[in-house]
């Protein structure tokens, strides 16, 4: 393995990951800017999330995939500072299992919103609420929220 990386290359890589982490946060921006007011017990289930598009919401999933390519580029490149290539490997493996749970979280948040946008701009508020925070009472272990205890939704 030849240690003797190029400034010019550190610097590419490091500016490819820069870019990856920028469109992920313009993805998140696209998806949650608007009015910030909220009902309920999730903050960021807001007035603004509901008048979410479907179209802003594919632009916001699109740019998570150059962002996670481009975000990845820069992690994994990483490696290339570690000596031992035993290390190297171990460091690859858990920047792997660290991007995958991030990829799937966004995804869960992703159709969390889609389906309180999509109720709400139907005419159901309470439901889109109520759908809302029982999707994410029932799955948010999966996310770490070892003190609430997974809920059903009771339509009633």
């Given at each position: 393995?030849?240690?003797?990386?190029s400034k010019t290359?550190?610097?590419?890589?490091?500016?490819?990951?820069?870019?990856?982490?920028?469109?992920?946060?313009?993805?998140?921006?696209?998806?949650?800017?608007?009015?910030?007011s909220f009902e309920?017990?999730?903050?960021?289930?807001?007035?603004?999330?509901?008048?979410?598009?479907?179209?802003?919401?594919?632009?916001?999933m699109i740019l998570?995939?150059?962002?996670?390519?481009?975000?990845?580029?820069?992690?994994?490149?990483?490696?290339?500072?570690?000596?031992?290539?035993?290390?190297?490997?171990?460091?690859?493996?858990?920047?792997?299992?660290?991007?995958?749970?991030?990829?799937?979280?966004?995804?869960?948040?992703?159709?969390?919103?889609?389906?309180?946008?999509?109720?709400?701009?139907?005419?159901?508020?309470?439901?889109?609420?109520?759908?809302?925070?029982?999707?994410?009472?029932?799955?948010?272990?999966?996310?770490?929220?070892?003190?609430?205890?997974?809920?059903?939704?009771?339509?009633?």
């Open positions: 393995m030849d240690y003797n990386i290359k550190v610097t590419l890589v490091f500016a490819i990951g820069m870019l990856g982490a920028l469109l992920m946060a313009l993805g998140d921006w696209i998806m949650i800017y608007g009015e910030t309920g017990s999730l903050a960021w289930l807001t007035a603004g999330a509901a008048e979410i598009s479907p179209e802003r919401n594919s632009f916001a998570a995939i150059p962002a996670i390519l481009c975000y990845s580029v820069g992690l994994f490149s990483i490696r290339y500072f570690i000596r031992e290539q035993f290390e190297q490997r171990v460091y690859s493996v858990l920047t792997a299992i660290g991007l995958l749970p991030w990829l799937c979280l966004h995804f869960f948040y992703v159709i969390i919103l889609f389906v309180f946008g999509w109720l709400h701009t139907k005419g159901h508020e309470v439901l889109a609420l109520e759908v809302g925070e029982a999707m994410f009472g029932q799955f948010s272990w999966l996310v770490i929220n070892l003190r609430r205890k997974p809920t059903c939704l009771h339509v009633g």
